[in-house]
């Protein structure tokens, strides 16, 4: 498997040479850890960490007093065992019950303490946000995430059941059909404001995934055919990682989410973005991208969606649409070009300045550029570019980059017909999604 | 004191009947030989082959272990595939519980547990070799699966509907299903069987309250598992009626629910947590106190907090589960539920600790083990507080975090329990002492490995790092602490093998020395399984022993004198039985124990491949069921118990009350 | 049970009431319970675990059933007949699928087979060995009529569309019936092993225990039932 993403601390580290075991845990502490449970950076998370807190002072105490205690304990007590006197015996204690019942009663008071903040916690994380704040369905399935946002404030995401009405009675099926066209769809990176406290509906395709972005909240299952709330909320704008921590299959260890946080405005700007149908490039100026959609129509339509305007000409989409997949859908490509990545979120839609292909460290303050970057000039070096290259490798033969099954309808088949020419005109056709 | 000098031996009363002419059903004859254990109905043997079975598994799940190590030793490593890592990781798991922890603790419970309670045998000797062979034919049919497809890909857990056909259609989870279903035979019949023996065939004197604790945890454990294994067994056999004949159980597209599979599981999988510390907690609570030379420090609340351990463990299954979605109010009473877990568990550790406290220890392996179990599932259950607080859990479940946390209870608990078992009761077993000095060497290098491996775990856990990932990224910060674990890994490896190396190396120094007899008491015990020679002969005692007080065996040998002051009045040689089974009758072993586990798989395998098979499986079962009715007991001067249909308990001069109850 | 901490004196009139015991019975089982009927307690205290899953999967699967079929899951619909769906859609339960006269009479025959069984065990134990005979026939008979009547059933269900890999409750009521219709036949077995024996001349008094194990068996067997019945065909 191919490196996704490296980081630009660990390459410091191989630069500073550092070998000596020491120094290598000095800089295992420096290091960057996005998924760090200690450093939360959204009011859930931050109660999580306050509720938990004492709790680990009180387990360091505890820790300390009976690992010390049993060590002293032996070592104090110790006698040789062949040098031994049977007849000297200790003290027979056989027990004390007051003392017994001292260190049954005491924990459970302890407990029961500690158990008054850890259950208001726990309806804490369950308080809903106020109407007119964001609403978001988060969807699982193997292996990537994908995002419906209620922009039409109705409350509901999914016309489930095909019935041409979104209503509750969807709630009760399977997501295997039709969107609420109402509304916005994104995949891999979930948008959202700072500051506010966005709701989530999780649910699942196909198996049990868990929805996590440690630095904001804790995790909550997508479980297919369930419709569990979570919230999520971030204190400052920027990009929060997340991993899926259910076991799911293959490649359950390359599926990710990220939180892209960012301010209001700026959040506003980009779902507008998202709410216009994707345009068909000009034959005449861009005529590779032409190609390149002809391409799409002939090749991926059969799983993948691209809402164009209705027209008679706009690429085939009907709500109702299913993917040949178990799972029943593949992502939607509409606003392929406003994310920063793809394949379930290990691979890097833009490359990095320089000479550094790998470097993806992008900024959130650059987010709403991707689009514009992806038209720009690939040859120049100052800045992020359209990672043409990856997208190729990906589209030629997806299996060979990221575990999946395809021929078990698991995962995005390969396309060994595709020539080097029709890659480039699809890798065209997808820049120009903005 | 007093010795009961009824002989043991059964009456030699006539028959009441001749026995059978039918010469295919005459009963194994030989006592030593490959076959004298295929054959054996003898508790003791039956244990040794518990653990040696558990040894060989333990291989397999630990050379899992190490390719795991391997694999996440760096990151994006692509030594396993994604397909070859989750099988692995499957298996490691799914080896481990069924297939080490829990047959480790049926070892002790069947060699130790008669004899702890003074019985012959077991009640009903052939069921109980059936129940070891059916548990080791399931678990060999389990690991078949390497050869025949890939071993299972769901993990240990095996979460709906992820186990379906549809998204695992290799053949792997329907060879989980059919070889722990079998195993699970061996669990129950293996339970019922235990029970009855605890609690029917104590020694003269042995009230419930002066049973030694191994038995009492044994008891609290066998319980768990009589109740935990028909819950595992429905959801086994719902989800193989969904893989091979297309029901619907977990079929998501139909309506059905996939947290019923959860909630199935747990309800099996938190008692089988406790199942498998229970046993370990009982062997240190004899080590323990025997060396430290004083009685364990408030028997009665060990035992309680034993039975409240098991009582609490069927209330908090969905703790497993408080992310899935289960609602806030079920999570804040299995939250505090679970917590409270906390409190009996402690109470054993205070007692332990107390009992080190002003005592005289010998700090030998047996006893290192047992302090390396106290401050190592301290760990482990300091860490288990942590994620019994629901919103905590939200952020460390399915991370490194519980991989180390209950590495902390399984491995730095409950094996190292088992290891210093080994070491205490290894001269009872086969008769010598394994060397002290490489045991305690042994010691160290597990510690090391262990805490090297499983330690880092917590951080990795609390920095995010998911479990049952095949790989990670270079720029999560996982990279340091995931190498050591693997070099750790390597060392607790090597650690385990010592004890392979131990017993092998003390068997030629003994054998150099002349084989010298340990003596039946050469740790100046407690308890009655010490007042017979080393190793224990066959008919385990001479006659009945009668108990009058807990730790009977320390009371016979020191004694109050008229000050107050505790003196020794015996050596434990002296007042030893002799070992001398002259006129005693044991029940003569038998072939249709293994027949009859022979054909189950079979069966598994039919299910799996092709049903016709089932048809020979079948007849296997039948014909070894009739084989087993109808074989004669065991000579002509035993009484006759050839009742017609599955003889529980007509098996034959069982235990040294039960033959005349029958012949009456 | 005692305390640790008891005299010696006392103890030992416990060894001596102990030891009269095994004069007096035989035998000084510490619970004063043969081995095979403890064992045999315990075995059906596990059978309670299995069908207690195996009932609270019924009602699950069924309800969850229900649900889809009220929403009308066009999946679900798909696998049975509309008038049926429609009469369970409107009725919010799968009860009137079934034909609760015909299960009830079965149940009562069933339940009779306990009656039947309770004096096989007194004729047994009072030596009388012509009822022994006649009692365990009419077990096992009352037994085997209970069955033919389930598999009668299930044809008609099968028939009427209701199929193991169908739904959610073909599955689970196949399962769980099915379930105790194996017990049942299990029970038939061991009723004709023993009238067998009965017949060889083989099942004298002593032989009564056999006899009462096999009994209680088979009384939990019809209690189950009885859960069942009221489970699956009655509550709505």
Redo the contacts between chains.
């Keep these: 498997?191919?490196?996704?993403?490296?980081?630009r601390?660990?390459r410091a580290l191989k630069r500073a040479g550092v070998a000596a075991l020491g120094l290598?845990?000095l800089?295992?502490c420096a290091?960057?850890?996005?998924?760090?449970?200690?450093e939360p950076r959204g009011d859930r998370?931050q109660?999580?960490y306050n509720?938990?807190s004492p709790?680990?002072y009180i387990?360091g105490v505890?820790?300390v007093a009976?690992?010390g205690?049993?060590?002293v304990?032996?070592l104090k007590?110790?006698?040789n065992?062949d040098e031994?006197d049977?007849?000297?015996?200790?003290?027979?204690?056989?027990?004390?019950?007051r003392?017994?019942v001292g260190?049954?009663i005491l924990?459970?008071v302890l407990?029961a303490a500690?158990?008054i903040p850890?259950?208001a916690?726990?309806?804490k994380?369950?308080e809903k946000n106020q109407p007119g704040q964001l609403d978001v369905l988060v969807i699982g399935q193997?292996w990537t995430w994908s995002y419906r946002y209620d922009t039409d404030g109705d409350g509901f995401f999914v016309d489930a059941?095909?019935?041409g009405k979104v209503d509750e009675?969807d709630k009760?099926?399977?997501l295997?059909t039709a969107l609420d066209p109402d509304d916005v769809v994104t995949q891999n990176e979930l948008v959202m404001p700072v500051g506010q406290q966005v709701d989530l509906t999780?649910t699942s395709r196909?198996?049990?995934h868990?929805f996590?972005i440690?630095r904001l909240?804790?995790?909550?299952?997508a479980?297919?055919?369930?419709f569990?709330?979570w919230s999520l909320q971030a204190n400052e704008p920027g990009k929060y990682t997340g991993?899926?921590?259910?076991?799911?299959?293959?490649?359950?260890?390359?599926m990710r989410m990220d939180a892209i946080v960012l301010t209001e405005a700026d959040f506003n700007t980009w779902l507008e973005n998202q709410q216009r149908p994707a345009e068909v490039p000009d034959e005449a100026t861009d005529p590779d991208a032409f190609a390149g959609r002809q391409l799409f129509i002939n090749q991926c339509v059969s799983c993948h969606v691209i809402r164009e305007a209705p027209g008679p000409d706009a690429i085939p989409y009907a709500p109702g649409f299913q993917a040949n997949l178990?799972s029943g859908y593949a992502p939607d490509l509409t606003h392929f070009a406003t994310r920063s990545v793809f394949a379930g979120g290990i691979y890097s839609q833009y490359e990095g300045k320089g000479t550094d292909a790998n470097d993806d460290a992008l900024d959130v303050s650059d987010y709403l550029r991707l689009p514009e970057l992806a038209k720009a000039d690939p040859q120049s070096r100052d800045d992020y570019r359209w990672n043409t290259a990856e997208l190729k490798r990906w589209i030629a033969n997806a299996p060979a980059r990221k575990?999946m099954a395809p021929d078990?309808l698991?995962g995005m088949l390969p396309f060994p017909a595709l020539t080097d020419q029709q890659l480039d005109q699809l890798s065209a056709y997808l820049a120009t999604l903005d | 004191m007093a010795i009961i000098d009824k002989p043991l031996a059964l009456p030699a009363g006539e028959p009441r009947r001749a026995a059978r002419p039918l010469g295919v059903f005459t009963r194994p004859k030989e006592q030593t030989g490959i076959s004298a254990w295929l054959t054996t109905v003898d508790h003791k043997k039956i244990g040794i082959m518990y653990g040696s079975a558990a040894l060989f598994f333990l291989l397999i799940g630990g050379v899992a272990a190490l390719l795991i190590r391997i694999q996440l030793a760096t990151p994006n490593n692509t030594f396993l595939s994604g397909d070859a890592y989750n099988r692995m990781y499957t298996m490691h798991g799914t080896v481990m519980v069924f297939l080490v922890v829990m047959p480790i603790g049926a070892a002790f419970a069947n060699f130790l547990m008669p004899l702890q309670v003074g019985a012959r045998d077991v009640a009903f000797p052939r069921i109980n070799a059936f129940s070891f062979w059916v548990f080791f034919f399931g678990g060999l049919m389990l690991n078949t699966s390497w050869f025949l497809g890939g071993g299972a890909d769901g993990g240990w857990f095996n979460y709906a509907p992820n186990n379906g056909v549809a998204f695992s259609p290799s053949h792997g989870i329907d060879f989980w299903n059919a070889g722990l279903l079998i195993a699970g035979i061996g669990s129950l019949t293996g339970s019922i069987n235990l029970i009855t023996t605890v609690l029917n065939m104590r020694a003269p004197g042995m009230t419930l309250m002066k049973m030694p604790v191994f038995t009492w945890m044994t008891l609290v454990t066998q319980f768990l598992l009589l109740f935990a294994i028909p819950v595992i067994t429905v959801a086994q056999l719902l989800l193989t009626f969904d893989r091979r004949f297309g029901a619907n159980f977990f079929n998501v597209q139909q309506g059905a629910d996939p947290l019923l599979w959860q909630h199935l599981f747990w309800v099996f999988g938190h008692p089988e947590v406790y199942l498998m510390i229970l046993p370990a907690f009982g062997i240190v609570s004899e080590i323990i106190p025997t060396f430290s030379r004083k009685p364990i420090f408030g028997y009665p609340f060990m035992v309680f907090s034993g039975i409240a351990i098991g009582f609490m463990g069927w209330g908090v299954w969905a703790h497993h589960m408080f992310v899935s979605g289960l609602g806030p109010l079920s999570v804040t009473a299995f939250s505090v539920a679970t917590m409270f877990i906390a409190v009996p568990t402690g109470v054993k550790i205070l007692n332990w600790m107390a009992t080190l406290w002003g005592g005289k220890l010998i700090l030998n392996t047996a006893m290192l083990f047992s302090i390396g179990l106290i401050t190592q599932f301290t760990v482990g259950g300091l860490s288990g507080v942590s994620h019994a607080l629901a919103p905590s859990d939200t952020q460390q479940t399915d991370t490194y975090y519980i991989v180390a946390h209950f590495h902390y209870v399984l491995f730095g608990g409950a094996f190292f329990g088992f290891v210093g078992g080994v070491y205490h009761w290894f001269p009872k077993a086969f008769g010598y002492i394994l060397n002290d000095t490489f045991g305690k060497v042994q010691f160290w290098t597990m510690v090391l490995g262990f805490n090297l491996t499983f330690g880092p775990m917590h951080i990795l856990g609390l920095q995010g790092m998911p479990r049952r990932m095949q790989t990670y990224d270079d720029a999560m910060g996982f990279n340091f602490w995931n190498l050591a674990a693997s070099i750790g890994a390597f060392i607790l490896g090597f650690g385990v093998l010592m004890l392979l190396a131990n017993v092998a190396y003390s068997y030629s120094k003994w054998k150099k020395a002349g084989r010298p007899n340990p003596g039946p008491d050469p740790w100046d015990a407690r308890t009655i399984e010490w007042s017979i020679p080393s190793p224990a002969p066959s008919h385990n005692f001479d006659t009945d022993p009668v108990v009058t007080s807990l730790d009977d065996f320390w009371h016979r040998k020191y004694q109050e004198d008229e000050n107050g002051v505790v003196r020794r009045v015996h050596t434990g040689a002296e007042i030893a039985q002799p070992g001398n089974g002259e006129g005693v009758h044991l029940p003569a072993p038998s072939y249709w124990p293994i027949v009859l586990a022979f054909g189950i798989p079979i069966i598994g395998y039919g299910i799996i491949f092709n049903l016709w098979l089932c048809i020979p499986g079948a007849l296997v079962v039948i014909g070894a069921l009739f084989g087993w009715a109808l074989e004669p007991a065991d000579d002509l001067d035993a009484p006759g118990h050839d009742h017609g249909h599955d003889g529980p308990g007509h098996d034959g001069s069982g235990d040294h009350h039960e033959p005349e109850l029958e012949t009456v | 049970m005692t305390d640790i901490g008891i005299p010696v004196e006392e103890s030992a009139a416990f060894v001596a009431h102990e030891q009269e015991l095994v004069h007096e019975t035989g035998h000084a089982s510490s619970l004063g319970l043969s081995n095979t009927k403890l064992a045999f307690w315990l075995f059906l205290g596990s059978e309670c675990l299995l069908f207690g899953a195996l009932i609270s999967t019924y009602l699950l699967s069924v309800g969850n059933f229900v649900g889809q079929v009220v929403a009308g899951n066009p999946r679900v619909l798909a696998t049975m007949p509309a008038e049926i769906m429609n009469e369970i859609a409107e009725k919010g339960s799968v009860n009137s699928f079934f034909d609760i006269p015909f299960t009830s009479a079965s149940s009562f025959i069933l339940l009779m087979s306990s009656l039947t069984m309770v004096l096989a065990h007194k004729a047994v134990s009072e030596g009388n060995y012509r009822g022994t005979k006649i009692w365990l026939s009419a077990t096992a008979l009352l037994g085997a009529t209970f069955i033919s009547g389930q598999v009668y059933e299930f044809t008609v269900f099968y028939r009427e569309g209701l199929h193991y890999d169908g739904n959610l409750f073909g599955s689970a009521f196949y399962t769980l019936t099915g379930f105790h219709g194996a017990h049942v036949t299990i029970g038939i077995l061991m009723l004709v092993a023993l009238l067998i024996m009965a017949f060889k001349g083989k099942l004298q008094a002593d032989r009564a225990e056999t006899v009462e194990i096999i009994g209680l068996y088979w009384h939990f067997v019809d209690v189950v039932w009885v859960l069942i019945f009221t489970v699956v065909y009655l509550i709505p």
């Design positions: 498997m191919p490196t996704p993403r490296a980081s601390s660990n290598l845990l800089a295992g290091e960057d850890k996005p998924l760090n449970t200690f998370a109660g999580i509720l938990m709790i680990w387990m505890i820790f009976v690992i205690g049993t060590i304990l032996a007590n110790r006698v065992g031994l049977p007849e000297d015996l200790p003290h027979q204690t056989h027990g004390n019950t003392l017994e260190w049954t924990p459970g407990l500690i158990s850890v259950v916690n726990i309806w994380l369950e193997q059941n095909g019935d009675a009760k099926f399977p295997d999780i196909d198996v049990i868990s996590w440690p909240n804790g995790k909550r299952d479980v297919p055919g369930k569990s709330t991993w899926c921590t259910e076991f799911c299959g293959l490649s359950h260890a390359r178990k575990d078990d698991r």
